[in-house]
């Protein structure tokens, strides 16, 4: 197929496909992605079409997911609006791919591997994704054993922000809720953005960008410690273009890649980062090829597991609190969060391992 399709429904003529060789990041994350364009009169609704031709992560071609059918039929608005995938015996995303976020957790439970779970949407934040991925990191948080967590994407992005479909349909009916006198209340507590702050997530995070990081798929990379990156993979900023909120998010961009630079990708919309250019802002720390991208994000999460981890958490923590301090200050700071050690097993556990030329065994007591 095309790298991108646009289908254009018709009131009397019936369907018709053609290419659009001049959709980009703004018009559409990635390529080979369905657009379904319903005409109206003069007015064009674009909807996304989530069928996917090719065969996908599974090994299965995902047919059924929205109101579309079969590319080759043709839908009256009411079918449209009201096709079931489960009548035709079509399977939901959930039954395709499973949860929208994935845990696994490897090395005895030490390394957690949180993979975003809707490739058939490039990973876009939408079916609860959020509340589900602040739950996975919830849930390293309070895992004992646990010492480092991986974030990662499955298929060929890492995350393509919002599910603008979904968010114009929730804003039409908060706006017309608030026209009406009943607007929703709308929590924000699922909302794992700044990630340690929100959670009190002091234990360190990996960002494994496989793919396309495009807005909100960039915050989630952005609030991890470090990130590494396949040579394949490119990031993006597009709230400009969709009027879309991020000032919020975005603040801590330019203490990563600098104002300028910050401004670059934010204002304009349309600018993408290749690899590379990540990796000369230091935004980056590693870039890969494709297929050792895990395997290395990996590597890096179980070196953790040698290591002292309320030491670890009082680093990152003195870090990320310090930076917001003058200089004396957060050396104050930092050596106050430090008494924690005093008294503890590791405490002597560390500098014994050394006289004994092992490795230490610590269990953060």
Not at 56 to 70: E, I, K, Q, S
Not at 276 to 297: D, F, K
Not at 316 to 341: D, S, V, W
Request: hydrophobic share 35%; charged share 25%.
């Amino acid at each position: 197929m095309p790298d991108a399709l646009v289908r254009y429904e018709t009131t009397g003529d019936g369907a018709s496909d053609c290419t659009h060789p001049t959709m980009s990041i703004g018009d559409c994350p990635l390529p080979s992605v369905a657009v379904a364009m319903r005409l109206s009169g003069s007015q064009r609704q674009p909807e996304i079409w989530a069928l996917d031709y090719r065969a996908n992560d599974t090994g299965r071609r995902f047919d059924g997911y929205g109101p579309a059918r079969r590319r080759d039929e043709t839908m009256t608005e009411q079918q449209y609006e009201t096709y079931d995938p489960a009548k035709h015996n079509r399977s939901t995303p959930q039954e395709v791919f499973g949860p929208v976020v994935k845990v696994d957790k490897l090395e005895g439970g030490g390394v957690y591997l949180i993979t975003l779970n809707r490739p058939h949407r490039l990973n876009s934040i939408g079916d609860g994704l959020s509340d589900a991925l602040y739950d996975a990191f919830e849930e390293y948080r309070d895992d004992p054993n646990a010492r480092c967590a991986v974030l990662t994407g499955a298929g060929r992005a890492f995350c393509a922000g919002a599910d603008l479909i979904n968010t114009a349909e929730t804003r039409e009916a908060e706006r017309e809720g608030r026209e009406s006198g009943n607007a929703p209340i709308i929590s924000r507590r699922k909302n794992p953005v700044p990630l340690s702050e929100a959670l009190g997530l002091w234990k360190p995070t990996i960002a494994a960008i496989n793919g396309w990081a495009v807005a909100g798929g960039f915050m989630y990379a952005m609030q991890c410690d470090i990130r590494i990156m396949s040579e394949e993979a490119k990031v993006g900023i597009a709230e400009t273009r969709w009027n879309m909120g991020g000032a919020g998010w975005m603040t801590p961009l330019t203490r990563q890649i600098g104002l300028g630079s910050a401004l670059e990708l934010t204002l304009w919309g349309d600018t993408q980062y290749d690899a590379e250019r990540c990796h000369q802002l230091g935004w980056v720390q590693r870039v890969v090829p494709q297929e050792l991208l895990l395997e290395t994000a990996l590597g890096y999460a179980r070196r953790m597991l040698y290591l002292a981890p309320r030491e670890v958490r009082n680093i990152k923590q003195a870090l990320y609190r310090g930076y917001y301090m003058e200089p004396m200050m957060a050396q104050q700071f930092g050596a106050a969060i430090e008494q924690n050690l005093q008294g503890m097993n590791d405490s002597i556990e560390g500098p014994k391992a050394f006289s004994e030329k092992r490795l230490p065994k610590f269990t953060d007591t």
